[in-house]
């Protein structure tokens, strides 16, 4: 027998039965405090009544809301590190937290693979974190339409201006890795990023351009190479740039990934780290303290990153308005074993 779910009951209706605006019954829904206490007893007999289950809570625990946070994959320290951070700032808020992939085309199984959209909202999500995933605007659309917020992590692209992103100051974290290996008397400064149509790759490649134009060292075209993040990409871009006739005498790896992949090119061809060739990463993923030597590397706070998108989304969701679409978290440079004056 199939099973007729009920019409969820408006916020309009729970005001009218208790007697207060929609804007009060919203303020009691989201924890608010400043509602008085009678006012709040009529407001939660007006839910019962209705029989009134928050958007995001589950069926046995109704006064916990839950949140998706959604990645493009579950693999490595980036997206761990960033789900740590999510899942501290949902426990202190007392908020539960699914978390799954972002696939597409078909799954093992030759089934269709369903859409994170899709998901979200057959869970009644109250809001939504996406990691390094790009929405399509279908999918921005129905989140609307479900009235259900979203907040993008290092998004691809420029996001549309309703929006909410966190990331890092790419721009500053580049030009300071660059005036570190300039600092130390290099000039050949190859730097080796991500694709060129994403947002915090351009932001890098604006910051190292532009340290290096503030030091007078013209930039060469061929010391620019475009990876993928993974080491792999890291060793063939850096194996390209070191068979020039001229090769670089120290390197910007936009990835810790990459940067390992660097290290294993540069031991190929018998050059020795940062004897021969310096090298700064970015990330400050717990590899960056593991190889040997220790890699000179941007830290993004990642696991604030993951906080601060939780804590974002929550005001969100208790209807605050925001001062900016963009949150941004400082980098720092951290200096290790793998940089040298140059000789």
């Known amino acids: ?8 009951p408006t916020l309009a209706q729970i005001a009218e039965t208790a007697g207060v605006s929609v804007s009060t019954v919203s303020k009691v829904l989201n924890g608010r405090d400043d509602v008085s206490r009678d006012t709040r007893a009529k407001v939660d007999s007006a839910l019962r009544e209705h029989r009134y289950r928050r958007r995001g809570a589950s069926l046995h625990e109704p006064d916990v809301r839950s949140v998706d946070l959604v990645m493009n994959g579950l693999d490595g320290s980036w997206p761990a590190s960033v789900a740590s951070g999510l899942e501290a700032a949902a ?3 007392g908020v539960h937290v699914v978390i799954s992939v972002a696939r597409q085309g078909a799954t093992a199984n030759n089934h269709a693979a369903q859409d994170w959209v899709d998901r979200v909202l057959e869970r009644d999500g109250a809001g939504v974190v996406l990691g390094l995933i790009e929405p399509a ?3 921005l659309a129905r989140l609307r339409q479900a009235q259900v917020p979203i907040v993008v992590i290092d998004p691809l692209s420029d996001p549309p201006p309703d929006v909410i992103s966190v990331g890092t100051t790419n721009w500053a974290g580049a030009y300071e890795a660059t005036t570190h290996l300039l600092d130390r008397g290099h000039r050949r400064i190859a730097l080796v990023t991500g694709p060129p149509h ?8 604006a910051g190292y351009r532009s340290a290096m134009a503030a030091a007078g060292v013209e930039v060469l075209p061929e010391l620019i190479r475009h990876g993928s993040y993974d080491r792999a990409s890291g060793a063939e871009q850096v194996r390209t ?3 020039a006739p001229e090769p670089p005498t ?4 936009c990835s810790d990934h990459m940067a390992i992949g660097g290290y294993e090119a540069l031991a190929e061809a018998g050059l020795r780290v940062p004897a021969d060739v310096s090298i700064v990463g970015f990330d400050d993923l717990p590899e960056a303290r593991w190889v040997a030597p220790a890699l000179t590397t941007v830290r993004q706070p990642l696991k604030d990153m993951g906080g601060s998108a939780l804590r974002t ?3 969100l969701m208790n209807g605050d308005e925001l001062e ?3 949150v941004e978290l400082a980098t720092t440079l951290v200096v290790r074993d793998s940089t040298a004056v140059r000789r």
């Not at 027998?1 to 969820?8: D, I, N, S, W």
């Not at 994403?198 to 490649?205: F, G, Q």
């Open 250 to 253: 120290a390197l910007f790896i």
């Open 91 to 93: 426990y202190e808020a």
């Open 324 to 326: 900016s679409p963009r």
């Open 137 to 139: 605007p279908d999918q």
């Open 241 to 243: 740039l070191f068979a």
């Open 1 to 8: 027998m199939t099973r007729t779910r009920m019409p969820r």
């Open 198 to 205: 994403h947002l915090y790759a351009r932001a890098r490649t």
């Open 313 to 315: 989304l929550l005001r």
